[in-house]
């Protein structure tokens, strides 16, 4: 089966510094890889994806880097803010549009 | 709140009971996905529909799990003879056709409790 994973189940930052969260991941044949935000008490939200044939795409705040040499993942949050603390998993998406979810990292931001 | 809605939020069944969970997708969403989360963990996906017909199962829906969703619009997912095994996080999805699979909208998720 596939496998996709975390490197670190807990980080915790201080407010305004930059996060960095890791996933590697086993299948080659991906063709996308999403980050999702996990609030307590809520389900998965989206934050930001990227093709299997690109290397780093940006959004609001948010980095995704994909290095398929070594398969990692990782999602670069700037500033980051109280807002920010909850669990985030990576996702792929293989050729049978199958979704695999990691080991979620819970992030912690201290005021 | 992201307009996908699921009833209970919570149910608490004895091993052996039947349980079924109900998803109200976004209402001009034509797909609707069904995953299962355990602590800690990422979602495993269960199944999906797109309008009233079931497109995929995962190998994990056993046949105790039954999902449907008749009229396209409502889905539920039955289990039957619950087991401790059971218990965790069930959620919902729903996304538009077209869309990329990934453009899915989740809801708060039925927790189940097997005792």
């Known amino acids: 089966g596939e496998s996709v994973g975390l490197h670190l189940p807990t980080l915790s930052v201080q407010e305004g510094d930059n996060s960095i969260i890791n996933c590697a991941y086993s299948?080659?044949?991906?063709?996308?890889f999403i980050w999702y935000k996990q609030e307590s008490g809520k389900g998965p939200q989206f934050i930001i994806d990227?093709?299997?044939?690109?290397d780093k795409r940006q959004g609001q705040r948010v980095t995704v880097l994909l290095n398929k040499t070594v398969k990692h993942l990782s999602l670069q949050i700037a500033a980051t803010q109280p807002g920010d603390s909850a669990v985030y998993f990576c996702a792929e998406i293989n050729t049978g549009n199958q979704f695999y979810f990691g080991t979620g990292t819970s992030l912690t931001v201290i005021p | 709140d992201t307009g996908v809605s699921q009833d209970p939020r919570h149910k608490i069944t004895k091993r052996g009971q039947n349980v079924t969970f109900r998803c109200d997708p976004i209402?001009?969403?034509?797909?609707l996905y069904w995953y299962r989360q355990t602590l800690g963990q990422g979602p495993e996906f269960l199944t999906y529909?797109?309008?009233?017909?079931?497109?995929?199962k995962s190998r994990l829906l056993s046949d105790r799990f039954s999902a449907e969703r008749p009229k396209g619009s409502f889905s539920t997912l039955e289990i039957q003879r619950t087991e401790q095994g059971d218990s965790a996080m069930y959620l919902c999805?729903?996304?538009?056709?077209?869309?990329?699979?990934?453009?899915?909208?989740f809801g708060p998720g039925t927790r189940l409790t097997v005792t």
């Open positions: 209402s001009e969403h034509n797909r």
């Open positions: 999805a729903s996304s538009l056709q077209g869309a990329l699979h990934h453009e899915q909208y």
């Open positions: 990227i093709r299997s044939n690109m």
């Open positions: 299948n080659s044949a991906s063709d996308y």
């Open positions: 529909f797109q309008n009233e017909a079931q497109l995929e």
